[in-house]
Each structure stands twice: as structure tokens, then as C-alpha cells.
């Protein structure tokens, strides 16, 4: 194997000072000529040089690492997010360490000390929905990683840490306002995990935007934001008579498209569907479901300015919330019924 080129090799083929090698590859304040800077530069391209992150750790004190910490990493709206933030994070000249929680808040906590004592920069933290449960933990948890948080997609209530998440309720009032646009009147809901606060705006918003005339859901049937979810849903979905069904999620909705059509009934032809996140099409299912769309790459690109702003300034108060209002993405999984 090739020996690395370090620091002293530089130093020695641009007949300088190790010093001045670091204080130049590091870009830091010094009185090294332009000359030298320049012959430094040309020599560590010509050597192939390679800074080696954990002695620039030492002097820098950044490791240039962050995390995003996901509930579960199988979920096609994690998985995108992660890939947005991953781009962003590039971008700004960190790289992003994904670790999974399985939706579990022991291993939540686990994940979460051991990546503070990896020295990561800064924590993007999904909640578990565990988590809903030990708030108090889950807040520990997050004072003690000694290192910015910023927590994405499910925000909590109350100020106490900065946050970037989806207007989920008004998300669910958009779904239920187009359906009954398209003149759906038994209209049935599978919402996500109850112990998800966003499971429960999106479905509080939902009924409330059918109370404002007069109706309530054919059926309200609690899922686990998972295909499989959706494909269990079916059948108390069609029973309850419904024409259309709002899915909380673009997995259940595609769950339960699968199932709809082992009973052999169409869509949107017999049953309507409405999905939640707008990720289906990006992943490239053949199905044209109409959806909330939860602006994945805007969630990353806020989520990551925030946690810019809060590494270049850490005394900075926290509790900067920024809340992004969905948008309905109309395609071809509704019917208009008259």
C-alpha cells in the first residue's frame, strides 16, 4: 500500500516550516507570504496530500462530522430526507453519519450518546415515536450531547430546542378540503402511529376540516406509517363505505392501492386514494397518487442552514422554530364524483 503524504512531506518539497504548511492548508490568520501559499498549494497537489481530519480535529476543533439520527431508515420519506440532507451537508463541507433508531426510545438514547462521543458537530435528530412517551429523557438526551441539535420532521411542543417540521395540521385540512372539492362525501382516514405527534396533527386536521361542514370520516383506522399498514387497512376501508381514503403517508397509501387491487377494485375508478409526503413518484412507483407534498428538499435545506447558524454562532439562544406550510400535489388517484 502506498505510504500517505503528511504534513512534513509538503513542508519538505515547498522548503518551508511544517507550521506554515498548517496555518496555510488549514486557512488560518497568518503573515505566510503569497509566494509561500502559493508554492504550499502546488505541492500538496503535486504530492497528492490528503489532510488528515483527526489531526485537524486536534487544531481546529471541528471533526467536520454530523449526524441524522432516523427512525427508520427503511421509510421512504427517511430515506429521501436523508439523501437531501446528505446533499446540503456536502455542501457546506461536512459529511453526514446516519444512524438508525428503529422507532425504539432505548435505542434512541443509545444512538444519541454514542454518537456525541464520536464528536460529531452537530445531532439532526427524528424523534422515535417512543419518544412521545419520555419527553423528559428524550430532553436530557439532548442537553447532554454537548454539541448543536437541530430536531427535523417532528417537532415537539414547547421551545426548548431549534426545530424544522411540516404544518402537518394544515397538511390534513388540505387532504380533506380537496376531497370534498371533488365532491366526496364518505371520506376515511388511516392516520400513522398515535404515538407520532405528526400522525395525530395530520389527522386532527383532517376531522376538523370535515366538521366545518357537517361530516365526519367513514372511518378512522390507526396504521403504522408502513406499506404494510396501508395494505391492512383495506378492508375496514371499504367496508365503511367509503368512496375516497386519505392515507397519512405515501407508504400506506401504496399498501393499501396493492390491496385495493387483490379485491379487484380500481383506482380511482371505485375507491379514491390521497397519499401524504409526495416521495412515491421519486422513488419511481408507477402509481399517480395524488398527495401532500411535505417540500423534502426545503425541510433539508432549512434544517441545515439552522444547524450552520448554530455551529458559527453556539451561544445563540435556541428554540428557533421554522415551520414549512405543505402543498397538494393533484394528480391522477382521485376521482371526481358528482
Known amino acids: ?6 504534513i512534513r512531506d509538503v513542508a519538505a518539497a515547498a522548503g518551508v516550516s511544517v507550521t506554515a504548511v498548517s496555518l496555510v492548508l488549514n486557512n488560518r490568520p497568518s503573515r505566510v507570504s503569497e509566494e509561500t501559499r502559493r508554492a504550499i498549494l502546488e505541492a500538496a497537489e503535486a504530492l497528492d496530500y490528503v489532510p488528515n481530519q483527526v489531526a485537524r480535529t486536534l487544531v481546529t476543533q471541528r471533526s467536520m462530522l454530523l449526524a441524522l439520527v432516523v427512525p427508520d431508515i427503511q421509510n421512504l420519506f427517511f ?3 436523508a439523501k437531501r440532507l446528505e446533499d446540503e451537508c456536502r455542501r457546506m463541507g461536512y459529511s453526514l453519519i446516519i444512524a438508525n433508531t428503529d422507532d425504539s426510545r432505548g435505542t434512541e438514547h443509545d444512538v444519541i450518546t454514542r454518537l456525541a462521543a464520536r464528536g460529531v458537530d452537530g445531532m439532526f435528530l ?10 423528559e429523557g428524550f430532553r436530557l438526551d439532548v442537553t447532554r450531547c454537548g454539541c448543536p441539535v ?3 420532521d417532528r417537532m415537539p411542543s414547547g421551545e426548548w430546542c431549534d426545530a424544522v417540521g411540516i404544518d402537518n395540521h394544515e397538511g390534513g385540512r388540505l387532504a380533506a378540503g380537496y376531497l370534498m372539492e371533488c365532491g366526496h362525501r364518505r371520506i376515511a382516514c ?12 395530520r389527522r386532527d386536521g383532517f376531522v ?4 366545518e361542514v357537517g361530516l365526519r370520516p367513514s372511518a378512522l383506522i390507526e396504521g403504522d406509517y408502513r406499506h404494510a399498514g396501508g395494505y391492512a387497512a383495506a378492508d375496514a376501508v ?13 407508504l400506506m397509501a401504496l399498501g393499501l392501492m396493492g390491496r385495493l387491487s387483490q379485491l379487484g377494485l380500481r383506482v380511482p375508478d371505485d ?16 402509481f399517480d397518487l395524488t398527495t401532500i407534498g411535505q417540500g423534502i428538499g426545503r425541510l433539508a435545506g432549512e434544517s441545515a442552514t439552522m444547524m450552520r447558524g448554530r455551529i458559527e454562532r453556539s451561544d445563540a439562544p435556541a428554540g428557533r422554530r421554522v415551520v414549512i406550510p405543505p402543498k397538494l400535489i393533484r394528480r391522477g388517484s382521485v376521482a371526481v364524483v358528482r
Open 126 to 135: 427524528i424523534s422515535a415515536g417512543e419518544s412521545g412517551s419520555d419527553m
Open 1 to 6: 500500500m502506498a505510504k500517505r503524504t503528511t
Open 190 to 201: 388511516v392516520y400513522g402511529d398515535a404515538r407520532v405527534g405528526n400522525a395525530g396533527d
Open 150 to 152: 437541530v430536531l427535523v
Open 79 to 81: 430515506a429521501s430526507l
Open 238 to 250: 371499504v367496508e365503511s363505505g367509503a368512496t375516497a381514503v386519505f392515507c397519512c403517508n405515501d
Open 271 to 286: 375507491m379514491s386514494v390521497m397519499g401524504y409526503d409526495g416521495i412515491a413518484e421519486r422513488f419511481g412507483f408507477e
Open 208 to 211: 376538523e376540516a370535515l366538521g
